[in-house]
C-alpha cells in the first residue's frame, strides 16, 4: 500500500473525536432516546435505593424501640393508648391493630369470645400484608430496569452497528475512522444499559432479603403476642 494512502487514511481517524460527550451528540435520535432512557432509569435506580436505605433503617429502629418498650413489663393497655393516639407503622401498627380488635370485642355487649381468635390473627395477617406492601413498594422499578435495562442497552447496540455498516456503505470505506463512531456509540449505549441494570440487580437483591427479614420479624411478634391474647381469652371465658 502506498505510504500516502495510508497517511491520508489517518487523518480522519485521528482528528476524529471519540469523547462520550462527541459519542452522544453524534449519535442516531434513537440510540440517543435509548442512552437517555437509561440514564434516566439509572438515575431512579439510585433514588429508589437511597429511599429504602433511610426506611428500612428507620423500620429496623423503631421494631427496635416498640420491642424494647413492649417486653420492658409496661402494661399493654397502657402501650395501647400511647401508640393509638398518634400514627404508627410497622411492629406498632401490627400491635395497634390486634389490641383494637381485642377491645372492640370485649366492649361489645354480646362478649362473645367465640372466633376472637381468629379475628384478631386475620387482623394481624392484614397488617403484616398492608406493612410487607409498604417494604416492597419500588422494587418492580428495580426488577425490571435489572432485567431489561441490558436488553434496551443491546437495542442501542444493534441500532449502532447498523449505522456502522450504512457508513460503510455510503463511503465504499472500510477505514477504522468511519466504522469507529458508529461502534463506539453502540459500546456506549451497552455500557449505559449496564450502568442502569448492575446497581438495580444488586439493590433488588438487597432490598428483597431485607423485606423477607423484617417479614419474618413480625410475623414471629404476631404469633407471640397471639399466644398471649390466647391465653388471656382462656381465663376470661
Not at 1 to 15: F, G, I, R, T, Y
Not at 45 to 74: C, H
Request: glycine residues 6%; proline residues 3%.
Amino acid at each position: 500500500m502506498n505510504p500516502a494512502d495510508v497517511a491520508q487514511s489517518a487523518l480522519p481517524m485521528a482528528s476524529a473525536d471519540v469523547s462520550l460527550i462527541a459519542l452522544f451528540w453524534q449519535a442516531h435520535w434513537i440510540v440517543k432516546g435509548v442512552m437517555l432512557g437509561l440514564l434516566g432509569c439509572s438515575v431512579w435506580v439510585w433514588a429508589i435505593a437511597i429511599e429504602k436505605i433511610f426506611l428500612f433503617a428507620r423500620t429496623r429502629r423503631a421494631m427496635d424501640r416498640f420491642e424494647q418498650a413492649f417486653w420492658s413489663g409496661q402494661s399493654i393497655e397502657e402501650l395501647y393508648r400511647g401508640l393509638s393516639a398518634k400514627p404508627t407503622y410497622s411492629m406498632a401498627a401490627l400491635f395497634v391493630a390486634a389490641m383494637r380488635e381485642w377491645k372492640r370485642s370485649f366492649e361489645s355487649q354480646a362478649r362473645s369470645f367465640a372466633g376472637l381468635q381468629m379475628r384478631i390473627d386475620k387482623v394481624m395477617d392484614v397488617s403484616i400484608a398492608r406493612e410487607v406492601e409498604r417494604l416492597e413498594k419500588g422494587l418492580l422499578v428495580l426488577a425490571t430496569v435489572g432485567s431489561a435495562g441490558p436488553f434496551v442497552g443491546l437495542f442501542g447496540t444493534v441500532w449502532g452497528i447498523m449505522s456502522s455498516f450504512q457508513s460503510i456503505a455510503a463511503s465504499k470505506n472500510t477505514s477504522l475512522a468511519v466504522v469507529a463512531p458508529g461502534i463506539a456509540e453502540a459500546l456506549f449505549a451497552t455500557a449505559i444499559g449496564l450502568i442502569a441494570a448492575i446497581p438495580a440487580t444488586i439493590f433488588y437483591n438487597k432490598f428483597s432479603s431485607e423485606v423477607s427479614r423484617q417479614g419474618q420479624r413480625l410475623e414471629g411478634f404476631a404469633d407471640e403476642f397471639s399466644a398471649i391474647l390466647s391465653r388471656q381469652i382462656d381465663e376470661r371465658a
